[in-house]
Structures are given as structure tokens and as C-alpha cells.
């Protein structure tokens, strides 16, 4: 097997190196134009043409996409049954094209009568609920809690905190144009259900020296704060952003719109031939550490561009350099908010599935996926097929529903380990390969009401250590919080964009820090011959740390205007949102779990890959293409296209 990996990635290299030198080039040609224009603007469009960008499958998202506009585009977004968006670019000299967007209404072969069941009412769940059911499919979502959208939520709490409004799960909109699509896939518009707005600034990045440094959108004043920190810093930032971002783009035409079913995808040049062009494959493998080496000295800015790894549980040591996406996202797309919280985002997407004809049932907890065994079903299809296909489920009461479809929304370690027992085998081996798979970080979730606002907190921040390297180790226990340690968390403000969500003159903050999920905890517990600490204990420990920071960096004594708290630990993310080990991002997202390499593997080598089982489909973070809402809904709209080939054929 790893002889055949080294081959393919040798393979990739030999075929590149041609077309990569042609596109030095020209970047070399277009550096040299851009160094003698005194235009700042100029400069930062010069250094994304440099990459090389001729096509790009990225929408748009008005005055924030101002900074990113290609020219020769054209992306069609298909989805059968829904509709398609299409974009197109006038490509006229030099001048950057002119960007329409159309809807128009797709055909879809008739799947009358047949049925789906979606297990889990999350965000992928009834994104292809709503899809399925546009289609022409009797569709039945089916959620264990009292209400749908999973991690995607806005809460308030009783016996002090009424008034208070947070956004526990998902707190800041990237990408909204996947949102959109959502929408427009079934023949809505986003904006007849949820109103979002840009945040302004971005972020502010709380160093561990006490000072700051805010995300800013305008380029210009960008490079004036990084050249204040560092000399040539500014220009360096203009060279790794338009980098990133054509990481984004072409990354997301490669691996992420088009399902990977193949090892050998790697290696196909119509999907890796025009990133590899525009970026170095070594800058996306190596970890990102070496990337932001190579463009800023100060630790500073290194942490301020690889915080992002936050948000799918990596840190910049082990997370390959194409994360680098995740900042080229927020800095060129923009931040957003849903206006109202992330409750709204579940609303809009649970009124869409029932606008399309979809029944949503609540407190209905599946306790199995049925499935049949097909008579010569294995052989004709071959590979790691198993022979059998989905009739329906079995919920928790015992009744049992059948259907010709069933899409699985909850973590995927979870359904294997807990509904999939009918596979057998091959399924009790799935369930204990993943179960050694690499996981997220877990976090302790604060969410604090306090009587007043607090000045210095913009709508996102990030909390970054000054021990750059060290404050990426997860807690494992109460001593790993000790004074004076700093350690890396995110803090929601988001009364600084709406005033709704407090009373007036207070504030509701949210804090996540990241510490050791569970399996690991006890791991470390073990190495270290010390006993796992209760959830209490670390609970205390980890408050103390936020709150000493917060003091330190000059916003005061919370404690002293804190007038709840409302704590989520491993254990409640684990058994409220099926999370397998209380890993909140899922599945790591390390090179190995990538990709093909993501479950359901598909690798086209039979001892990596998951058993298959017609019918049966996966949503949801720790699925393909990844965590976080943009990303499931761009999974749902690929797994929507598979349903329809499968059951059109």
C-alpha cells in the first residue's frame, strides 16, 4: 500500500513539474508588473493573477468579494431536481470581468414513490432532506432530541440567564454562498428566510504580550498594521493570501464539489492540474508551520494566520499547509452573521424541508439501520461491497419504518458503532478502524452573562499564547492550566453586531477551549500514571485560566458582572450530539483523513475502504468533504447527486 502511495505521489510530481515551470514563468512576468505600479490595490490583484488563475468554481459575495474577483469564469452548480446557478466572467485583456449570477430550474428523472428516511436533523441532515424531497422522494427526517438542527443552535438558560441569547454551536457564518445555494437548489431564495450581514472588522487577535492586532478587510490598512510589526510583512501577507485563496478555489473544485472515489483522483489532472499550478504541492502537504516560516518571522503573525486550526481540531504542526484556505476564507469572503443568532439557520433550513414536503419528527430516536442481504449483490458489484442494501430503521420504540433510501446525519464513527449492526462483519471492523482514527480536540464551552459590555472585545476573538508552540497541547488535566500558562481560545461578543441578544448593557460571551477529547485524556492520564480527573475539576481549572486572561489582557474581573453560567463538557457533546469521544469537530482532518482517505473511504484499494451497503449515505462533519456548516452543505449537495444517479439508473 505504501508502495503505491509513494508511486502515485511520484507519478503526480513527474507530470507537474513541465506545467508548473510554465506557470513561474509567468508569475515572474506578472511580479515584475506589479513592482512597478505604486498602487497598493494593483499589487494585491497582480499577486492573485500570479497564481496562475485562469478558472474558478469560487461565488460571490458582493463588496467583500471586491478583493478576490477573477476573470474567465464560468461554474455551473447542478443539483438534480433543484436548480443551478450559474456564474459566468467576461475574460477581455487585463481587465477583471464582470461577475452575473442567474437561477435556473433543473429537470429530474422521476423518483415517484420511492422513499428516504434522513437519521438526524443537523445541518446535513435537513440539507438533504429538503433536497431529496424537492426530487420527488417521500422523506421522514427522524431527530432524538426535542429539536432539530444539531450543534446549530442559539440557547438561553433559565434561573438567571433569561435574556441572554448564545450561539453554542456554529458562531460565525463563513462561505455564505454555500448557504445560498442550499436555497437555490430547491427553488428558493435565502433571503426570503434568514438576513445576514458582514462582521466588521473580521476578528481582533489578542496576543499573549497584551497587545492586538484586528483581521481587517481593507488591503491597505492590512499592510500598514502587519509592516508596523514586521518590515515587509505587508507584502509578504499580499503573496500568501492570494496563494490561499487559490488554494480555496481550486481545492474546492478539486475535492470538495466532485466526491473523491479514488486514490488515483490524486494523480488526475483535470481535478490537481490546476492547483498545482497555482501553489506549490509542497506548501499544501508539509505542515502549515513551514508555510507561515516562510513568510513572517514574527511568532505573532505566524499564530495570527494558523489560529483557524481551532475550528477543525488541528494545530499548525500537524495541519497541512492547505488550511491556509481557512484564513483566505475569512479574509476575502468575509466574516457574516445570521441576524438573530444560528437559531435562525436552523429555522430557515427546518422551514425549507417542510416547504418541500418533508416530515420532520422529532424525539424519534433510531436505534438501527435495516438492511437485507441481496443475493449475488456482493459479486456483481465487487470491491468492499457487502452485499446487502437498506430496507429501512428501527427506532428506539420499536417501530420500524422501510425505506428505499437512508442517509445517516449523525457523527459517522457513531453509526457504525451503534446502528449498523445488521452489516456484521464488515461492519463490526469498520466501527473498530474507526474507533483508532484520529479525533478532534473537545472544548469546554463557557457561556457567561454579564451585566455590561466589555470594550475591548470585537464581535470574534481569538485568544493566542505567547508560547506559540506549546499552547497547541491539549489539557489533559487541572495542572496543565496552572499559572502562568496562556492557552489559545475563541471568545463570541456578538452583542457587538446585535444588541438583541442581552439585555441592554450586558453582554452574552461565549468561550471555547479546546482541550484533550476523551479517548485522549485517558491516553495521557495513562503515560503520565496519574488518575483522570473529573469533568468538574478540569471545568475549574479552565475557568480560572480564561478569566486569568482576560484580567491580563486588561478587560477586567468577569467574575465580578458575571451574572450566570451555563458550562457543555466532553461528556454532554458526546451523548446529546452522538460525537464520538466528544471530539466537537468530528474527525480529525489530518492528510490521511482527507479526501478519499475521509470515510466512507474510497481509495480503489480494498483494505483501506468501507464496506458499501446500497442505500445507504453519509452526511455530516465527519464525513466527506469536512467539519464545519459550509462544508456539510457542500457534502449534501454531492451525496444528493449520488441518491439520484443510484436510484435514477
Not at 467583500?64 to 450559474?86: I, N
Not at 502549515?288 to 499548525?316: C, I
Not at 453582554?507 to 503515560?527: W, Y
Amino acid at each position: 500500500m505504501i508502495r503505491r502511495l509513494d508511486f502515485a505521489m511520484k507519478f503526480l510530481w513527474v507530470r507537474l513539474d513541465f506545467f508548473r515551470s510554465r506557470a513561474r514563468t509567468r508569475r515572474r512576468a506578472t511580479v515584475a508588473r506589479a513592482r512597478s505600479c505604486n498602487s497598493t490595490l494593483f499589487v494585491f490583484m497582480s499577486a492573485m493573477m500570479a497564481t496562475g488563475a485562469t478558472t474558478t468554481t469560487t461565488t460571490t459575495t458582493g463588496a467583500a468579494r471586491a478583493v478576490s474577483a477573477r476573470r474567465g469564469t464560468s461554474m455551473v452548480a447542478t443539483g438534480t431536481g433543484g436548480c443551478a446557478l450559474v456564474r459566468r466572467a467576461s475574460s477581455r485583456g487585463r481587465r477583471v470581468g464582470r461577475v452575473t449570477t442567474t437561477t435556473t430550474c433543473a429537470s429530474s428523472s422521476s423518483v415517484d414513490g420511492k422513499t428516504a428516511i434522513v437519521v438526524g436533523g443537523g445541518v446535513g441532515g435537513l440539507g438533504v432532506a429538503s433536497r431529496l424531497a424537492k426530487s420527488g422522494f417521500e422523506v421522514t427526517v427522524l431527530e432524538k432530541n426535542s429539536d432539530v438542527g444539531g450543534r446549530c443552535r442559539s440557547e438561553t438558560f433559565a434561573g438567571g440567564g433569561e435574556g441572554y441569547r448564545f450561539d453554542t454551536g456554529p458562531s460565525l457564518m463563513l462561505l455564505p454562498e454555500r448557504y445560498r445555494e442550499q436555497f437555490t437548489s430547491v427553488g428558493e431564495k435565502m433571503e426570503d428566510y434568514l438576513d445576514i450581514e458582514r462582521v466588521d472588522p473580521a476578528y481582533r487577535a489578542h496576543f499573549g504580550d497584551h497587545t492586538t492586532l484586528d483581521l481587517l478587510y481593507d488591503i491597505v490598512e492590512m499592510r500598514k498594521q502587519l509592516d508596523d510589526i514586521e518590515e515587509g510583512a505587508g507584502g509578504r501577507y499580499i503573496d500568501w493570501l492570494g496563494r490561499a485563496r487559490a488554494s480555496l478555489d481550486y481545492g474546492v473544485a478539486a475535492f470538495i464539489e466532485r466526491d473523491a472515489n479514488s486514490i488515483l483522483d490524486f494523480v488526475d489532472l483535470s481535478r490537481v492540474g490546476p492547483l498545482a499550478l497555482a501553489v506549490n504541492p509542497l506548501d499544501l502537504l508539509l505542515p502549515q508551520f513551514n508555510q507561515m516560516a516562510k513568510y513572517f518571522k514574527d511568532e505573532r503573525l505566524r499564530a495570527l494566520f494558523s489560529y483557524q486550526e481551532l475550528y477543525v481540531g488541528l494545530s499548525p504542526y500537524n495541519a497541512p499547509g492547505v488550511f491556509s484556505l481557512l484564513a483566505a476564507t475569512e479574509l476575502t469572503d468575509g466574516v457574516w452573521y445570521p441576524k438573530g443568532g444560528f437559531t435562525k439557520v436552523r429555522e430557515s433550513l427546518n422551514a425549507l424541508c417542510e416547504k418541500m414536503g418533508a416530515k420532520v419528527r422529532t424525539d424519534s430516536e433510531v436505534a438501527e439501520i435495516v438492511t437485507e442481504e441481496v443475493p449475488g449483490l456482493g459479486e456483481q458489484k465487487g470491491g468492499t461491497h457487502t452485499g446487502r442494501k437498506v430496507t429501512g430503521v428501527r427506532l428506539k420504540s420499536g417501530e420500524v419504518l422501510s425505506a428505499d433510501v437512508v442517509v445517516a446525519n449523525p457523527d459517522l464513527p457513531c453509526v457504525w458503532d451503534q446502528m449498523l449492526d445488521s452489516v456484521g462483519e464488515p461492519g463490526k471492523k469498520e466501527s473498530e478502524k474507526l474507533d483508532k482514527a484520529e479525533y478532534s480536540c473537545s472544548v469546554l464551552e463557557f457561556n457567561w452573562c454579564l451585566k455590561k459590555e466589555i470594550p475591548g472585545l470585537l464581535h470574534h476573538n481569538v485568544f493566542l499564547s505567547s508560547d506559540y508552540k506549546g499552547s497547541w497541547d491539549r489539557p489533559a488535566t487541572p495542572a496543565d492550566f496552572a499559572s502562568p500558562k496562556q492557552h489559545n481560545f475563541y471568545c463570541h461578543n456578538p452583542v457587538y453586531t446585535d444588541k438583541t441578544c442581552a439585555p441592554e448593557g450586558g453582554s452574552s460571551i461565549m468561550v471555547l477551549l479546546p482541550i484533550c477529547n476523551l479517548r485522549e485524556q485517558e491516553e495521557i492520564c495513562k503515560k503520565r500514571g496519574v488518575p483522570v480527573p473529573t469533568e468538574t475539576e478540569m471545568v475549574e481549572a479552565g475557568r480560572q485560566a480564561v478569566l486569568r486572561r482576560f484580567k491580563e489582557a486588561g478587560h477586567g474581573d468577569l467574575s465580578e458582572i458575571m451574572v450566570h453560567e451555563s458550562v457543555t463538557v466532553p461528556s454532554e457533546w458526546r451523548e446529546k450530539f452522538n460525537l464520538k469521544h466528544g471530539a466537537v469537530f468530528g474527525l480529525s482532518h489530518g492528510l490521511l483523513q482527507l479526501a478519499a482517505f475521509r470515510p466512507p473511504v474510497r481509495t480503489g484499494i480494498k483494505q483501506l475502504d468501507s464496506p458499501v451497503v446500497d442505500g445507504l449515505h453519509f452526511v455530516g462533519a465527519s464525513t466527506r468533504p469536512g467539519n464545519g456548516v459550509p462544508l456539510v452543505l457542500m457534502g449534501v449537495k454531492v451525496v444528493h447527486e449520488a441518491i439520484m444517479k443510484e436510484q435514477t439508473a
